[in-house]
C-alpha cells in the first residue's frame, strides 16, 4: 500500500530535514509509528497523503506515485483513497458537525454525494457517540467529540489507508477503547490498511508491527 524510497524533504523555511532510504507497509497492514515529538512522523503522515511532496525521492501509494501528481490531482487521490485523522481536527468552524463530515464529498466531483452517504455518515456519528450532534456548529463541540467528528469524517469514504495522527489523544479512556474498536473494525471491514502516530504505548500491542521514527534521520542540522 506504501511504498517510500530515497525520500528527502524539508520545509520552505526553518532547517528541519528528514530523510527516509525505505519505508513500507503492506496491504492491509495495521502499523503504528512512534517517536519523539520533531522526529518528523507527522511530517511523514502529509507527505503520504500529498499534502507536502517530497524534495527528492519517490513515494507510493496503492500503486500510484503520488509525487508525480499536481495539486489537484493530489487532492481528489487523497479524498478518494485515503481517510485521515488530523491531530487538530481540521473541522471548519462554520460548518455544522453533519456539514463537516460529509466535507470530502462536497469538494471533489471525484465523489458522489447522495441518500446512502448521509445515512453512513448519520450512522458513523451514533457510532462515535455524537449522533445526537449533528446539527451543532463544532465549536460548540468539546476535544473529545470534534476529535470523533474528524474520525468519522476519515471513516466516511470508506477509504484504503487510514492515516491517523494521534486518533484518540483527546479522548477519556473508555471512549479511546470504544472509539478504537470501531477504527480497527472499519478497517478490517474495507480490507484497509492503517498507518497511526501514537504517543500512547498501551495501544502499541493492538497493532500489527511498530516502527520507531528514530530509525531515520530527521533533524535541524
Same mark, same amino acid.
Given at each position: 500500500?506504501? #511504498?517510500?524510497?530515497?525520500?528527502h524533504? @524539508?520545509?520552505?523555511? $526553518? #532547517?528541519?530535514? %528528514?530523510? /527516509?532510504?525505505?519505508?513500507?507497509?503492506?496491504?492491509?497492514? *495495521?502499523?503504528?509509528? /512512534?517517536?519523539?515529538? $520533531?522526529?518528523?512522523?507527522?511530517t511523514? %503522515?502529509?507527505? /503520504?497523503?500529498?499534502?507536502?511532496t517530497?524534495?527528492?525521492?519517490?513515494?507510493?501509494?496503492?500503486?500510484?506515485?503520488?509525487?508525480? +501528481?499536481g495539486?489537484?490531482? =493530489?487532492?481528489?487521490? =487523497?479524498?478518494?483513497?485515503?481517510?485521515?485523522?488530523?491531530?487538530?481536527?481540521?473541522?471548519?468552524?462554520? !460548518?455544522?458537525?453533519?456539514?463537516?463530515?460529509? @466535507?470530502?464529498? =462536497?469538494?471533489?466531483? &471525484?465523489?458522489?454525494?447522495?441518500?446512502?452517504?448521509? #445515512?453512513? &455518515?448519520?450512522? !458513523? &456519528?451514533?457510532?462515535?457517540?455524537?449522533?445526537?450532534?449533528?446539527?451543532?456548529?463544532?465549536?460548540d463541540?468539546?476535544? $473529545?467529540?470534534?476529535? *470523533?467528528?474528524?474520525?468519522?469524517?476519515?471513516l466516511?469514504?470508506?477509504?484504503?489507508?487510514?492515516?491517523?495522527?494521534? &486518533?484518540?489523544?483527546?479522548?477519556?479512556?473508555?471512549?479511546k477503547?470504544? /472509539?478504537?474498536?470501531?477504527?480497527? *473494525?472499519?478497517?478490517?471491514? @474495507?480490507?484497509?490498511?492503517?498507518?497511526?502516530?501514537? @504517543?500512547?504505548?498501551?495501544? !502499541?500491542?493492538?497493532?500489527?508491527?511498530?516502527?520507531?521514527?528514530?530509525? +531515520?534521520r530527521?533533524?535541524?542540522?
Amino acid at each position: 500500500m506504501i #511504498e517510500v524510497r530515497d525520500l528527502h524533504f @524539508h520545509y520552505p523555511q $526553518g #532547517e528541519f530535514r %528528514l530523510e /527516509i532510504p525505505e519505508f513500507s507497509v503492506a496491504v492491509g497492514e *495495521r502499523v503504528a509509528v /512512534i517517536g519523539p515529538s $520533531g522526529s518528523g512522523k507527522t511530517t511523514l %503522515l502529509n507527505l /503520504i497523503a500529498g499534502i507536502f511532496t517530497p524534495i527528492t525521492g519517490s513515494l507510493m501509494v496503492n500503486g500510484v506515485g503520488v509525487h508525480e +501528481f499536481g495539486d489537484r490531482e =493530489r487532492r481528489d487521490f =487523497r479524498i478518494t483513497t485515503i481517510g485521515f485523522v488530523f491531530q487538530d481536527f481540521e473541522l471548519l468552524d462554520y !460548518l455544522n458537525v453533519l456539514d463537516n463530515i460529509l @466535507h470530502p464529498y =462536497r469538494i471533489t466531483g &471525484a465523489l458522489t454525494l447522495d441518500k446512502t452517504v448521509r #445515512e453512513r &455518515a448519520e450512522r !458513523l &456519528a451514533g457510532e462515535m457517540g455524537i449522533g445526537g450532534m449533528l446539527r451543532r456548529r463544532s465549536t460548540d463541540l468539546s476535544q $473529545g467529540e470534534k476529535q *470523533r467528528a474528524a474520525i468519522c469524517r476519515a471513516l466516511l469514504t470508506q477509504p484504503k489507508l487510514l492515516l491517523a495522527d494521534e &486518533a484518540t489523544g483527546n479522548l477519556d479512556p473508555s471512549n479511546k477503547t470504544r /472509539i478504537l474498536d470501531l477504527l480497527f *473494525r472499519s478497517v478490517a471491514e @474495507h480490507e484497509a490498511t492503517f498507518l497511526a502516530v501514537t @504517543h500512547d504505548y498501551e495501544l !502499541l500491542p493492538r497493532f500489527d508491527r511498530v516502527v520507531d521514527f528514530r530509525g +531515520f534521520r530527521a533533524d535541524t542540522a
